[in-house]
């Protein structure tokens, strides 16, 4: 097993003191699909299985299991499998794929978990740019319980997220209120007219198995704070972990919260160049900005915005950068590397920056 010790340094050496970015970028081992790892292993340990828990509706039935990144099939011919970033309850795994996930006899929960880290669900499949992400799962869990559905006791579709964003972004509610998603699957059905034989399928389909599953179906927003509450006044030491964690997923994950894109065209870009975005250095300078912007593929730091410049800005993308000393970004402006396109090159550096100043 000498290998899983070595795939651990170099994990560590994200946190090289010697070296930049170390080995590899900090967000493979802070991301979405990691934070839901640890706390789908949290659920599944013998003590928490079979407890409810209050504020937040997870919870594992005794002979459960979860399993990572499983492959849903789907009831729709043009379309093919779907990866679910977490799935537990009485499931089978692995029957005709590594990943094919199927309902084992006598299932009593079946649970799929959507997992975001400042990221939004797709809006569309290839061929359909109608048909979100959220929809889409659901079309699978359906097609995978359509012999089952009564039977089942918990039936669910829960999205974990950042707080920040159930609150700030509209499309998380909407892609998964039900009227939304049964209008979505018609819609998706209503593709396949030209095809009377396969939409009269899919119509009897949606009226014999979809109806009545998305019924049945939770369907729920909840937390990564929500979470963690819980999971610190159960556990305090497991909790701690799982709050450090989830604030280095924030530090290295966050972006910015608009809708505009990096290469997004204002107004006033004579003044300040093509796709700004205005970075906002917290912790130690929360009034401070660093006006970051596009042209072509090159970008640059072009200066420091205070707090009572911040009003003709207003309509430029915020993303939060978290930095004891957001002034070093100064040192960089003129160099070589500070113009290339990748933003996770300065970042590093400010992160670098800190750390040598932790160590004075």
């Not at 990748?342 to 800190?354: A, D, G, R």
Request: proline fraction near 2%; charged fraction near 30%.
């Amino acid at each position: 097993m000498d290998y899983l010790q070595t795939i651990m340094k170099v994990y560590k050496s994200i946190f090289s003191e010697t070296n930049k970015m170390g080995n590899l970028l900090p967000t493979e081992l802070y991301n979405e699909t990691w934070m839901l790892r640890l706390v789908l292993y949290w659920f599944a340990k013998d003590e928490n299985k079979g407890k409810t828990f209050e504020d937040i509706p997870i919870s594992m039935i005794t002979d459960s299991q979860w399993f990572s990144e499983g492959r849903l099939g789907t009831v729709f011919k043009d379309e093919k499998y779907t990866h679910a970033d977490g799935i537990y309850g009485n499931i089978l795994i692995g029957d005709n794929g590594y990943s094919d996930v199927k309902l084992a006899p006598g299932c009593k929960q079946f649970v799929v978990t959507e997992s975001k880290m400042f990221s939004q669900f797709s809006r569309r499949i290839t061929r359909h740019s109608d048909y979100n992400q959220a929809a889409r799962n659901i079309v699978c869990m359906c097609h995978i319980a359509k012999n089952v559905i009564y039977e089942i006791d918990d039936i669910a579709f829960y999205t974990l997220l950042p707080q920040s964003q159930i609150d700030g972004e509209p499309t998380f509610s909407e892609f998964t209120d039900k009227a939304h998603i049964n209008k979505t699957v018609l819609g998706r059905i209503e593709k396949h007219k030209d095809d009377s034989i396969e939409h009269k399928k899919l119509s009897a389909w949606y009226e014999r198995d979809f109806t009545p599953f998305c019924d049945k179906l939770k369907v729920e927003l909840i937390s990564w704070e929500k979470i963690i509450e819980t999971v610190c006044s159960n556990d305090p030491n497991y909790g701690k972990m799982l709050e450090d964690y989830y604030d280095n997923c924030k530090m290295y994950n966050q972006r910015a919260k608009s809708k505009s894109t990096s290469k997004q065209m204002f107004e006033n870009e004579d003044i300040h160049g093509r796709g700004v975005r205005l970075i906002h250095c917290s912790e130690l300078f929360p009034s401070t900005c660093v006006h970051f912007s596009w042209r072509g593929s090159n970008c640059k730091i072009r200066e420091y915005i205070s707090e009572n410049e911040m009003s003709s800005y207003s309509n430029y993308s915020t993303e939060e950068i978290i930095s004891k000393n957001p002034k070093v970004l100064k040192e960089y402006r003129n160099t070589e590397r500070a113009n290339v396109a990748n933003k996770k090159w300065w970042y590093s550096e400010i992160q670098k920056y800190n750390k040598e100043l932790n160590l004075r």
